[in-house]
């Protein structure tokens, strides 16, 4: 059973290195969607393993033995495996509740604030022009979707190249990146290993995003002028976007403005790498995660004297 939970909480660990390879080789929306199940899937699966090893460490104690109603030592392996194991546990739970928390709240306020801006301009449509002397642009959710540019961001683009920019922030809109966005930040804060997945999934937002703008421009050049010249004039030290709000210029500009100028024309293997990363990162950490919960179920009634072992 011990051995089991291990595994949620150990391949994780593979998923950045998978997570970047199979962007290559998926369509960016495809990588997308299926990167976001995979974050969520085995982080769901690890808090789930960590909350089963706070669990038996806790049933070990004499007091909450007697809370649980255990009539029989539970049995697991050695004390001395079993209670760091739910020490460490725990703080990782506690870390993690504490960051998401932190984050949840920043996001809030800074999506409140953008909100309140925003909703106080006059706005052309979707569009909504802040006067401010630090050039930023991004797809700004709710209801209605606003796109958020500054007139420092507008004077450092010609008209051309504005409205590449605002096609991308309208792909944005369109395809609910932040929703995806916001539910790669929630899993980032129950493992570590997922914060570089996290950041995948940030690119993934944006090269579906691009590809969809170059189609409505009808010029990849055009985009990826307008998204470089956007990045170099972007002060992201400023910018007053929350998080899960996407802009034009974040993720590496230079492999974007790469994959804009030539194209890759293969796509290979699609369906292998959606089935290798839902094997590896989704499918083994929640079947590892539930048999091992249910193994730990068990074990507990056999202690209350309610089945036999």
């Not at 998923?15 to 995979?38: E, H, N, S, W």
């Not at 070990?60 to 030592?73: M, N, Q, R, T």
């Not at 839902?278 to 074990?299: D, K, Y």
Request: glycine residues 6%.
């Amino acid at each position: 059973m011990i051995a089991l939970l291990l595994i949620p909480i150990l391949l994780p660990f593979a998923l950045p290195v998978l997570a970047r390879r199979a962007l290559g080789r998926l369509d960016p929306v495809t990588a997308l969607r299926v990167l976001t199940v995979c974050i969520l899937v085995c982080a769901g699966a690890c808090v789930a393993a960590l909350g089963a090893l706070v669990l038996i460490g806790l049933l070990k104690l004499s007091l909450f033995a007697a809370l649980g109603d255990l009539v029989h030592p539970l049995h697991t392996p050695s004390d001395l495996l079993v209670l760091p194991a739910a020490a460490l546990a725990t703080g990782a739970l506690s870390v993690g509740a504490w960051t998401l928390g932190c984050s949840a709240l920043r996001q809030v306020r800074a999506f409140r604030s953008a909100r309140a801006e925003a909703d106080r301009r006059p706005a052309a449509g979707d569009l909504c022009v802040v006067d401010s002397p630090h050039p930023d642009a991004y797809a700004l959710p709710g209801r209605p979707h606003r796109i958020v540019v500054t007139t420092a961001m507008l004077r450092s683009l010609n008209p051309a190249e504005r409205e590449a920019l605002f096609a991308h922030e309208r792909a944005h809109n369109a395809g609910g990146h932040h929703h995806f966005l916001a539910a790669a930040e929630l899993a980032a804060h129950c493992h570590p290993a997922l914060h570089a997945t996290r950041a995948t999934i940030q690119l993934a937002a944006e090269r579906a995003a691009d590809e969809s703008a170059a189609a409505a421009v009808g010029d990849r050049r055009l985009l990826a002028r307008a998204i470089a010249r956007a990045a170099l004039a972007g002060d992201a030290q400023r910018s007053t976007r929350p998080g899960f709000a996407p802009a034009a210029t974040t993720g590496p500009v230079p492999q974007r403005v790469a994959a804009l100028l030539v194209p890759g024309d293969g796509r290979l293997n699609t369906r292998r790498w959606i089935a290798l990363l839902l094997t590896v990162c989704a499918i083994l950490p929640a079947a590892a995660a539930t048999t091992s919960v249910v193994a730990f179920h068990h074990e507990v009634e056999v202690a209350q004297g309610e089945e036999n072992p």
